[in-house]
Every structure is written in structure tokens, then in C-alpha cells.
Nanobody, 121 residues
Framework: QVQLVESGGGLVQAGGSLRLSCAASVKFFSINAMGWYRQAPGKQRELVASITTGGSTNYADSVKGRFTISRDNAENTVYLQMNSLKPEDTAVYYC???????????????WGPGTQVTVSS
């Protein structure tokens, strides 16, 4: 059973910083990409940032220059450093891994349960 465990969410004032972490409970056979999504109340889930095994990154325009995604391939862990946080960053943040958990499995998306990030003005 694959589980993604997120940590690092919380309440912070505008302009502050938080660092999210996501660790997989198993060693994946292969990973295509890891990333973070977020969902604010009444809105659709959206991509925040993603990173491939090769290190290529992709960011939502709204977080470029403020957020940095990184990963530890050996530990199957992904991080999201969030600086200069704004009230509009308030959302539940979800960790995502796209890959194969076992040699025989098909590539698919795996999701964490989410961690709340609240930015007060």
C-alpha cells in the first residue's frame, strides 16, 4: 500500500515562509514526476509546481519567483519551499507522485491526503 505523507503546513502571516515535505512509504520502482497541487475552497485543484526525475521544473505563474520545488530521488521525497506567502496562497496542498510503485505496476498518479496552508493578512 503506497502512502504519501505530507508535513509542514500551518498558519503563517502574509510575507512569511513555510516548507512542505512529502515522503513516500515505499521505494518506487520508477518515478516520472513529483509535484504539489492545491485546492482553495470553491475552486478546482490546480498545479503549483512539479519536478521530473531529471530535475526539470514547472511552476504555476502565480508562484513563480516565490516557491521552489526540490526532490531527493534516493528518498522519494519532494519539498516545496514557499516564500513571500500571500493570503491567496491559502489552500489545501496535495503531494502527487506519478510513477510505478512496483516493476509490474502501471504508471499512475498517487496522492497524499493534503495539508492545510493558511496565510493571514
Amino acid at each position: 500500500q503506497v502512502q504519501l505523507v505530507e508535513s509542514g503546513g500551518g498558519l503563517v502571516q502574509a510575507g512569511g515562509s513555510l516548507r512542505l515535505s512529502c515522503a513516500a512509504s515505499v521505494k518506487f520502482f520508477s518515478i516520472n514526476a513529483m509535484g504539489w497541487y492545491r485546492q482553495a475552497p470553491g475552486k478546482q485543484r490546480e498545479l503549483v509546481a512539479s519536478i521530473t526525475t531529471g530535475g526539470s521544473t514547472n511552476y504555476a505563474d502565480s508562484v513563480k519567483g516565490r516557491f521552489t520545488i526540490s526532490r531527493d530521488n534516493a528518498e522519494n521525497t519532494v519539498y516545496l519551499q514557499m516564500n513571500s506567502l500571500k493570503p491567496e496562497d491559502t489552500a489545501v496542498y496535495y503531494c502527487n507522485v506519478n510513477g510505478r510503485a512496483t516493476r509490474w505496476g502501471l504508471p499512475r498518479d498517487y496522492w497524499g491526503p493534503g495539508t492545510q496552508v493558511t496565510v493571514s493578512s
